[in-house]
């Protein structure tokens, strides 16, 4: 039990067995704890659907049982977290990547079958949507990240290079996916030189608070909520990340030292975009203190 004065690890853990999912709570095991990847990987299991996809409010926002390239994108960083993105699963994913693409060989955000089951205001759903960069972007550089190779693979690179070649205006989580694409991109040359664009876009466009004690003075995006801001440790997750060399070290640590005090008293981190339902909202907030965790941990701040 986490008393007062405890550490950043021990009230977080009190808040996930406190509120989070099975998934969560394994995940979190895993992480943190030396728990067995395997387990994570059953409890991920609940989730998939026959068609190779995942449903079930995987990812909170989008409920009911159907398939959904977003939820398929969180199932793969999971299974990339615990070092199992391979083998027959992925192979079933990649399929089903193949049969829900556009015309372009990438994917939707969302398809019409959502449509009849609650989801969030803000993701729109149409009969015939555009491929995006948002729901392509980190499906490929996980792919590529863990060396998967499947012909899919090859015209959804392809328009991740173009989306991201074509990049003038943007908003934070379309430049996340981005980077999230190009961390992972097999030419490391052509992405090095797309993310210089892409960092020196973010700086002009104001995409990142580089100073919190002064983040009411930078823009909220179109379709945002009040005040969700992204910060420099929003694009760049790990040392790593090519988004790293965007910031300062100051800038950087500034970052840092707020998203570690962003803890709430309870031991979770909060969500900052709109929350439209309790559930979601209660759902999101482990899946943020897992990220948060994550996040101080690479940069080895101390998490006690």
Excluded at 47 to 54: F, H, K, M, V
Excluded at 84 to 89: D, S, Y
Excluded at 237 to 266: C, K, V
Aim: aromatic share 8%.
């Amino acid at each position: 039990m986490a008393a007062t004065g405890a550490s950043t690890l021990a009230r977080a853990e009190q808040f996930i067995w406190l509120t989070a999912r099975v998934l969560e709570q394994r995940r979190f095991a895993h992480g943190f704890l030396d728990g067995d990847p395997g387990a994570v990987e059953t409890a991920l299991s609940a989730y998939l659907n026959e068609d190779g996809g995942y449903g079930h409010a995987l990812e909170p926002d989008l409920r009911g049982p159907v398939s959904q390239p977003l939820h398929t994108a969180h199932a793969l960083s999971v299974l990339d977290s615990i070092g199992r993105c391979a083998g027959q699963r992925v192979e079933r994913i990649c399929r089903f990547l193949t049969d829900v693409s556009t015309k372009e060989g990438a994917l939707p955000a969302l398809l019409p079958t959502q449509r009849g089951y609650p989801a969030a205001p803000f993701i729109p759903i149409v009969d015939d949507p555009p491929a995006e960069l948002l729901a392509t972007g980190p499906v490929v550089g996980l792919l590529h990240g863990n060396q998967v190779w499947h012909a899919w693979l090859f015209r959804a690179t392809d328009f991740c290079w173009s989306a991201v070649d074509a990049l003038e205006q943007s908003h934070p989580y379309e430049v996340e996916a981005a980077v999230a694409f190009l961390d992972c991109a097999p030419d490391r040359a052509r992405a090095e030189v797309a993310a210089d664009r892409l960092g020196r876009l973010v700086r002009d466009q104001r995409l990142a608070v580089l100073d919190p004690s002064r983040r009411a003075e930078y823009p909220v995006a179109t379709g945002y909520a009040p005040g969700e801001h992204h910060f420099p440790h929003d694009y760049a997750r790990t040392p790593g990340s090519l988004a790293r060399r965007w910031f300062t070290d100051e800038e950087l640590e500034r970052s840092l030292d707020h998203l570690a005090a962003e803890q709430q008293d309870d031991g979770g981190w909060p969500v900052t975009w709109r929350q439209w339902a309790p559930g979601t909202a209660l759902e999101g907030r482990p899946l943020v203190t897992l990220r948060a965790l994550g996040t101080l941990r690479s940069y080895g701040r101390s998490l006690g």
